[in-house]
């Protein structure tokens, strides 16, 4: 066998495993992905129901904590749930503790975080009377028997809060509101309601009562959360560029970095995962560790020297998508006929696969056909 039948013999493989694996992968993210390693829908519990106050991970103790959110008129009191956050184990149920001396609108509970330093949790209660933000500590690992040691912020609009062990602070994400001076970070000490930093955050992010905001203890940047997209931002409040999607794309409603950087993100299905951020060069949700096509070709239609087939360009689980098979058939190809042939081969098994159809065959090896390659 000479080389170009050998590599014809092993893209044929390639693309049999990739389809063997394919499932449908929406939309591309930028520079970042979320490698999620384990994970459990915190829903099992009846009890808990949605939507979610907020979910902390307490690094300590190892436990993913998910605030429930208040539900009027006693139903359910102020609850936080506690699940195992460790390895082996994540996800188990290990207990929930409530306190019902607060009451509020369902919403009025929108964040929680947790500082192992003190070894208390934060969450912020929003009155909706547009003139406070209640960080509230609760102590966990002595629940039910809660220390509360309340603190005011004046200021209006609170959407995530999250604990800076570097200087022992808060930083609490405020979003915009017709009170105070826009969607920004605010910065308090821990055990206080004064306001010692005020940073504006980039006006393209549209932060609502939902978003949530996470400290990359690695860097010093945020991660903050818009409905389902996760967008880092420095700590001058800048967007970087780079986001990434939860994994079942579905609205984020608590994030935070836990121990050894694994990355926890709760979403409004209810799903808890944890996992890691690595690179993403090309941004198509695969990390580039995993990424078998590193620099995919994302358009959203396969395109052939200019040719456009309006088949639509399916992204693999293996990082490759249509386009990259293609662009691997034109460097493998010493000739014309030899892409053309392997176009062919590439599409027949596209199609058995079930991933295109006859018609969209015929009209990707029609631009192959008319293209210029090599
Ligand atoms: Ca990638
Ligand atoms: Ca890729």
Known sequence: MNKRKSKVAFLSITIFVLLLRQTTVA???????FTREASFVATQRPDLGSPFGGMGFDPAVEKVEILARYIPNNTRPLTIFEFEGTQASFGNF??????????????????????SVHGVAYFLQDQETGIIINPRHIN??????????????????????TYDERDDTLVILLRSDSTNSGQQLIRIPYNSGTIIERTPVDATLAI??????????????????????????TADGLTTGRFFSPPNRQKVMGMEFGTGNKFFILEADGTVSRGTLTEDSDGDGIADNDDA???????????????NSGVPNTLFPSGCTI????????????????FVSCVSHLTNDLQKAGTITGQQKGAIQSCAAKAHIP
């Not at 690992?141 to 609009?157: H, K, L, M, Q, Y």
């Open 27 to 33: 939309g591309a993210d930028s520079g970042l992905a």
């Open 94 to 115: 290990v207990r929930d503790f409530h306190n019902s001396l607060f009451a509020g609108p369902e919403s009025a509970f929108p964040a929680i975080t947790y500082d």
């Open 140 to 161: 966990p690992r002595n629940a039910p028997s809660n220390n509360f040691i309340d603190f005011i912020v004046s200021e209006t609009g609170p959407a995530g809060i």
């Open 208 to 233: 609502d009562r939902d978003s949530e905001i996470a400290l990359d203890p690695t860097t010093g940047n945020y991660f903050i959360s818009v409905g389902a997209q996760i967008f880092e931002i």
């Open 293 to 307: 096509c590193p620099n995919s070709d994302l358009s959203a239609t396969v395109v052939i020297d200019g040719c």
């Open 323 to 338: 386009s990259d098979l293609i662009a691997a058939c034109a460097e493998g190809a010493s000739n014309h006929d030899q």
